[in-house]
């Protein structure tokens, strides 16, 4: 555990890397994490969708965990995933997470939860962490939509519940109420979906993004750049020509995840030399064709200058 997290910045996903016959490759896991900290990430978040948390059993869920925190070694705030089918399962995670020393942890609700089940769910996992929450609002299939509304009121009423991982549908929208409404019961709130609408959720606010760490250093760069802008007369963040120039060169890349999700992750890592094998364990795989890895290829050549990490 940091001495201090501060949860700002680009908070890097790593991808659960995977052998031939599908088992867990812990060595690529740890050059996984260890490529997004010298690569520039501000935090670490594992397991959950990017790192196919859902196809983990709750036995390697706890020792990707455990690694992470192990190869960050209080460098930088790591973050748990502990979205489960269940509150029992969640709250599980949770203390696990807190005795392997987690910062913070974040989960969605369980798939057809009411808005009562989310209140005690989210209630249920600050209780049994006693650290920082935050409330990862995905939207179908990944997850259950969290009204807005209730948001503002986990953050105002529950003890712990203080941070938002934004990504439903209209991200920069929901941000902006959740500010409005919460006030100062929201310590912070980050985006999701790679990145691909930080320049927007930065202009409203933003502390941060969670994307894919496949490439963390493009990320940091950006984030960067966007944090050299400073604040304007009425407060608000300032998006430098830098941070929107190098936002609209990474668009390609993100595009491309957008398509393919884990696949595009691994593909990269596998291509930059990180991880052992890009397989994935998702049922409805979208495996990459000859054409499909020349096109990964063209979008890392061209953005070379943004990928500082080289592997050894």
């Not at 020509?241 to 999700?261: C, K, T």
Request: aromatic letters at 8%.
């Amino acid at each position: 555990m940091t001495t201090n997290p501060q949860f700002r910045g680009v908070y890097a996903i790593p991808v659960t890397p995977f052998n031939d016959d599908l088992s867990v490759d812990w060595d690529s896991l740890r050059k996984c994490v260890e490529f997004s900290v010298e690569a520039g990430a501000h935090g670490i978040v594992v397991p959950v969708n990017a790192s196919e948390g859902p196809f983990l059993t709750d036995t390697e869920r706890k020792q990707v965990l455990k690694v992470a925190i192990e190869v960050v070694d209080g460098a930088v705030p790591v973050v748990g995933g502990v979205s489960g089918t269940s509150t029992t399962q969640s709250v599980d995670l949770t203390r696990n997470a807190a005795e392997l020393g987690a910062d913070s942890v974040m989960a969605m609700p369980p798939n057809g939860a009411t808005s009562s089940i989310m209140w005690d769910h989210f209630a249920a996992i600050a209780e049994a962490g006693q650290l920082p929450v935050w409330i990862q609002n995905n939207k179908p299939p990944a997850g259950p939509i969290v009204p807005t509304d209730m948001m503002v009121r986990m953050l105002n009423e529950v003890e712990h519940v203080d941070y938002v991982k934004e990504e439903s549908n209209l991200p920069g929208q929901v941000m902006t109420e959740l500010f409005e409404k919460a006030g100062g019961a929201i310590r912070g709130v980050m985006g999701g979906m790679g990145g691909r609408y930080l320049v927007d959720e930065y202009r409203r606010g933003s502390c941060g993004t969670m994307p894919a760490g496949h490439i963390t250093d493009a990320h940091a760069r950006l984030w960067d750049a966007l944090e050299a802008g400073g604040t304007d007369a009425d407060g608000l963040q300032v998006v430098t020509d830098e941070a929107r120039d190098i936002w609209e060169r990474m668009i390609p890349s993100l595009n491309f995840e957008f398509m393919f999700g884990a696949n595009a992750y691994k593909a990269a890592y596998w291509r930059r030399g990180i991880i052992k094998t890009p397989k994935t364990r998702i049922p409805a795989n979208k495996l990459l064709d000859k054409f499909d890895y020349e096109e990964l290829d063209r979008i890392l050549d061209r953005m070379s200058d943004l990928l500082s990490w080289r592997a050894n």
